[in-house]
């Protein structure tokens, strides 16, 4: 039996990925800690893993939500001094045989660097999407990152991408959503999405059985840094004339905020893998895991990015490859909204793209090759 210490924080779509990988190890007879925030402790706990709060950085996550998450998600998480301290005493106290980190706690790669135990790097999206060289999130991180490596007496970066380099670095997802898939590092071994494991919901469809109108689900399941309100209520009036089902899941915008019209149905949360298989086109933000979850199932997309993150070049890379539109998240009106959704149900073309992205996610290892390639690591003298 290995142990594994997954170093984690309170994002959105990175949770999902470690927590799949994380139950594949305890599934195969691995020990698995994850150590992260207070704000995520009563999730890990109600999935039986047992959950260590980082002392030093949890004192610099914000008290009250922040004007702006972006600033305070650099000095708590991505680029944390903190973690110097917490990640070598959480190791003496709990020893761990391979760390697991997620890729956008740079501060905590630079311990992994110092304290020599073995370390994989989950990123929990393409890495060309999130993360590539030059991009936005570089200009943003890379002052700070090297702030903090400096503090770890390491050398400094010119990219993002050499702190996770020197490490396995595990990527969820295929490299047909994957903007430069073709200058990746070695280093970067793609597995595929990985979901969380969920029974069902026990949500029931509010239409009959024979309704013939085609199903839009409509999902906005981002994080706290943005409010999806307006994408909301946008989606919701550009469909509502009663010509598709409509479903939408808003996330964190509470249902009562918005305008309901005609029989849809609004929902807080249902796993996207239990309605997806039905749906005939996806309207999402452009996340990560929305868009991998609508590709496994060849379900063409209408992107609503938000104007950071990976969800920009997600939804470009999908218009490129022809399995969905990319409209402007900010902007794009109800009329436009609607014309996306008509034309990629109209045009099979972008079915068939879809099609075979799903068929890239099909191949690929999944949670328990990951798992695999982390306990092989583990095995290692």
């Not at 779509?13 to 800690?33: C, F, K, S, Y």
């Not at 999407?129 to 700070?144: F, Q, T």
Request: hydrophobic residues 45%.
């Amino acid at each position: 039996m290995t142990g594994f210490l997954f170093l984690t924080w309170p994002g959105a779509g990175n949770q999902v990925p470690e927590i799949g990988i994380a139950a594949a190890l305890r599934a195969a007879g691995h020990r698995v800690t994850f150590a992260g925030y207070a704000a995520q402790a009563e999730r890990f706990a109600s999935l039986g893993f047992a959950f260590r709060v980082l002392p030093h950085a949890q004192r610099t996550w914000p008290a009250q939500p922040p004007q702006d998450w972006m600033p305070a998600l650099v000095d708590a998480v991505w680029a944390c001094g903190g973690h110097l301290a917490d990640i070598p005493r959480l190791l003496a106290d709990e020893p761990a045989d391979v760390l697991v980190v997620d890729c956008l706690m740079f501060g905590a790669l630079t311990a992994a660097e110092r304290v020599g135990t073995r370390t994989a790097v989950l990123v929990h999206s393409s890495p060309g999407a999130l993360s590539p060289p030059g991009g936005p999130l570089e200009r943003l991180l890379l002052p700070a990152v090297n702030e903090v490596r400096a503090a770890g007496g390491l050398t400094h970066l010119t990219r993002l991408w050499d702190a996770w380099t020197p490490f396995p670095t595990l990527c969820t997802s295929v490299r047909e959503l994957d903007p430069p898939a073709q200058r990746l590092p070695a280093e970067f071994t793609f597995v595929g999405p990985v979901d969380e494991p969920s029974g069902p919901s026990g949500w029931t469809s509010p239409w009959p059985a024979d309704d013939p109108r085609p199903l839009v689900v409509a999902g906005f399941s981002t994080g706290p840094a943005w409010d999806q309100a307006s994408r909301v209520q946008r989606t919701l009036d550009a469909l509502d004339d009663g010509c598709y089902r409509l479903l939408v899941t808003t996330g964190m915008v509470d249902p009562q905020r918005v305008r309901v019209p005609g029989d849809a149905a609004v929902v807080p949360f249902i796993p996207h893998a239990e309605v997806f298989p039905g749906a005939s086109a996806v309207v999402t933000h452009a996340g990560h895991g929305t868009v991998a979850t609508a590709m496994r199932h060849g379900v063409p997309v209408v992107g609503l990015p938000n104007p950071a993150a990976d969800q920009p070049a997600l939804a470009a890379h999908l218009a490129e490859r022809g399995a969905g539109i990319a409209l402007d998240g900010e902007r794009a009106t109800s009329a436009e909204i609607r014309a996306a959704v008509d034309k990629v149900l109209n045009d099979n073309g972008y079915r068939d793209a879809a099609a075979a992205i799903s068929a890239a996610i099909a191949a690929a290892p999944g949670a328990a090759g990951a798992a695999d390639l982390l306990a092989r690591l583990g095995a290692e003298r």
